[in-house]
T-cell receptor, first 113, second 113 residues
Framework: GAGVSQSPSNKVTEKGKDVELRCDPI?????LYWYRQRLGQGLEFLIY????????KSGLPSDRFSAERTGESVSTLTIQRTQQEDSAVYLC???????????FGSGTRLTVV | GQQLNQSPQSMFIQEGEDVSMNCTSS?????WLWYKQDPGEGPVLLIA?????ELTSNGRLTAQFGITRKDSFLNISASIPSDVGIYFC?????????????FGKGTKLSVKP
């Protein structure tokens, strides 16, 4: 597609439920990032996929967070047993080579009630 | 890990004024990027810098990659109302941690009341 597409754009979930967030990167982009942005804060790195290499999971805050990506296509970020502290905007970005500026999606705003 | 210090955290602008913000790091980067984020959107790349000492312009925006490779600044000349938003710097090293891209905490530009 023309840009990075994220879905849903908004998600309200009850505490304790699992949620799955989806990112469709730009076609041909080998690198894909997930970031978390709390209200009024900067971008917090979560996980990085580069081609078929093992992902860099060093930013995942707990074992409730996981992400998958099949090849160079769609990625899903899963948060299990959501907590109120998980409320944030989750941003996905992709890049062609991993060495250039990244293109961001508009994010998924997650609210845990 | 690597940290970026971005300043100021926030500033008010009056139409026509010039604006300056900067980022510093305790370690060197190979690439500096500047992004702008509007409310409800993902960050959009403004300028990318790839060489120490490089000075690059994009319309009313000018950014420089510091000679020491540990800092970068962004200037906005003759600001206009649509310049309001949050500006993020990001540093990148190939093969580094956090998937290579590390963000500052942002500079929030608002219109002077």
């Amino acid at each position: 597609g023309a840009g990075v597409s994220q879905s849903p754009s908004n998600k309200v979930t009850e505490k304790g439920k699992d949620v799955e967030l989806r990112c469709d990167p730009i076609s041909g982009h080998t690198a894909l990032y997930w970031y978390r942005q709390r209200l009024g804060q900067g971008l917090e790195f979560l996980i990085y996929f580069q081609g078929n290499s093992a992902p860099d999971k060093s930013g995942l805050p707990s074992d409730r967070f996981s992400a998958e990506r099949t090849g160079e296509s769609v990625s899903t970020l899963t948060i299990q047993r959501t907590q109120q502290e998980d409320s944030a905007v989750y941003l996905c970005a992709s890049s062609r080579t991993g060495g250039n500026g990244y293109t961001f999606g508009s994010g998924t705003r997650l609210t845990v009630v | 890990g690597q940290q970026l210090n971005q300043s100021p955290q926030s500033m008010f602008i009056q139409e026509g004024e010039d604006v300056s913000m900067n980022c510093t790091s305790s370690s060197i980067f190979n690439t500096w990027l500047w992004y702008k984020q509007d409310p409800g959107e993902g960050p959009v790349l403004l300028i990318a810098l790839y060489k120490a000492g490089e000075l690059t312009s994009n319309g009313r925006l000018t950014a420089q990659f510091g000679i020491t490779r540990k800092d970068s600044f962004l200037n906005i000349s003759a600001s206009i109302p649509s310049d309001v938003g949050i500006y993020f710097c990001a540093g990148m090293n190939y093969g580094g941690s956090q998937g290579n891209l590390i963000f500052g905490k942002g500079t929030k530009l608002s219109v002077k009341p």
